[in-house]
């Protein structure tokens, strides 16, 4: 059974930076595509960023510049490198992958989340 669990959340000042973590556990076949998503208080979940397997980034517009995604293949772990931090990016942050634990099957796997506060 597949396991997704986030780390790295914490306070910080705005300003700051954090790198957020996610690990993964059970039998993965491959990872097909990574993203971090967040929701804060009273707010929809949102879209932070993304990358797929050939490389290729997309990041929402109130992170861009600030925010790096990245992957080690060997760990199959991702990353969320957070800069220059803002108190709106105050939010419980969440991975999301699609695994495939074989070959001709794949889905998509959710973290429990990691809350992140920043204050001004």
């Known amino acids: 059974q597949v396991q997704l669990v986030e780390s790295g959340g914490g306070l910080v000042q705005a300003g700051g930076s954090l790198e957020l973590s996610c690990t993964t556990s059970g039998s993965i076949f491959r990872i097909n595509s990574m993203a971090w998503y967040r929701q804060a208080p009273g707010k929809q979940r949102e879209l932070v960023a993304a990358l797929t397997r050939g490389g290729l980034t997309n990041y929402a517009d109130s992170v861009k510049d600030r925010f790096t995604i990245s992957r080690d293949n060997a760990k199959n772990m991702v990353y969320l490198q957070m800069n220059s931090l803002k108190p709106e990016d105050t939010a419980v942050y969440y991975c999301?992958?699609?695994?495939?634990?074989?070959?001709?099957?794949?889905?998509?796997?959710w973290g429990k989340g990691t809350l992140v506060t920043v204050s001004s």
């Open positions: 999301k992958l699609e695994i495939a634990t074989r070959d001709y099957y794949a889905m998509d796997y």
